[in-house]
């Protein structure tokens, strides 16, 4: 199956701090991609949208300024957490939309990113 | 997107079929029935989907009901890395949407040895 990729798998920052998460679509082109955010015990939150060549759409309650995402090619979107804060320690994972298979809206995950702020 | 309801949590003896409910009794006619799911620590795996048919594919059996109100995910021999959290998400499919999938809080199942 399709794969993606994340990096890094974990990352531990000091407060006010940013850090870039990538997401890479190894073996297929996604023209859209996904980002997530789990708390601990608590299901998967969808944050924002990622569209090629266009700017991201967040979800209601997403702050655009403090989640930077960045969708440059094909096969690669970044999430940037500025000014990271001990609230945002999360798992964080993407996902990416299988285009060439337009007949259905099935998604592949990557392995997620912990991050924890200090 | 139809909401769904799942079991918190089931258990299931290793080397038998785990039989996953879903009811999702507001589905619309272009929405198909999705199930992933997440092993601990990781990010979902695709699992199947269907529109009305049954369907099977090398993880699991999808059994809709002819009024398409439930589903069920069947494992048929399940074994202990099969202890995940699966998560039935109702999404219009073909062609439609670019949307993010909405997760509930799906069942967790737990394989016995």
């Known amino acids: 199956g399709a794969v993606v990729s994340q990096h890094p798998s974990w990352v531990i920052c000091k407060s006010g701090t940013s850090v870039k998460i990538e997401c890479r679509s190894l073996?297929?082109?996604?023209?859209?991609m996904f980002w997530y955010r789990q708390f601990p015990k608590q299901s998967l939150m969808l944050m924002a949208t990622s569209n090629e060549g266009s700017k991201a759409t967040y979800e209601q309650g997403v702050e655009k300024d403090k989640f930077l995402i960045n969708h440059a090619s094909l096969t690669l979107s970044t999430l940037t957490v500025t000014s990271a804060h001990p609230e945002d320690s999360s798992f964080y994972i993407c996902?990416?939309?299988?285009?060439?298979?337009?007949?259905?809206?099935?998604?592949?995950f990557g392995p997620g990113t912990r991050l924890t702020v200090l | 997107d139809a909401k769904t309801t799942q079991p918190t949590s089931m258990d299931c003896a290793e080397g038998r079929a785990a039989n996953l409910p879903c009811n999702h009794s507001?589905?619309?006619?272009?929405?198909?029935v999705y199930w992933y799911r997440q092993i601990h620590s990781q990010g979902p795996q695709y699992i199947i989907h269907g529109l009305k048919n049954n369907e099977t594919n090398e993880m699991a059996s999808l059994i809709i009901t002819e009024d398409r109100k439930s589903s069920t995910l069947i494992l048929p021999h399940a074994t202990l890395r099969d202890t995940a959290v699966y998560y039935c998400?109702?999404?219009?499919?073909?062609?439609?949407?670019?949307?993010?999938?909405?997760f509930g809080k799906g069942t967790h199942l737990i394989i016995q040895p």
């Open positions: 996902s990416a939309k299988y285009t060439l298979l337009s007949s259905y809206n099935e998604q592949f």
């Open positions: 507001t589905i619309s006619g272009n929405e198909y």
């Open positions: 998400i109702v999404r219009a499919g073909s062609g439609g949407g670019a949307d993010g999938l909405t």
């Open positions: 073996d297929f082109q996604a023209t859209t």
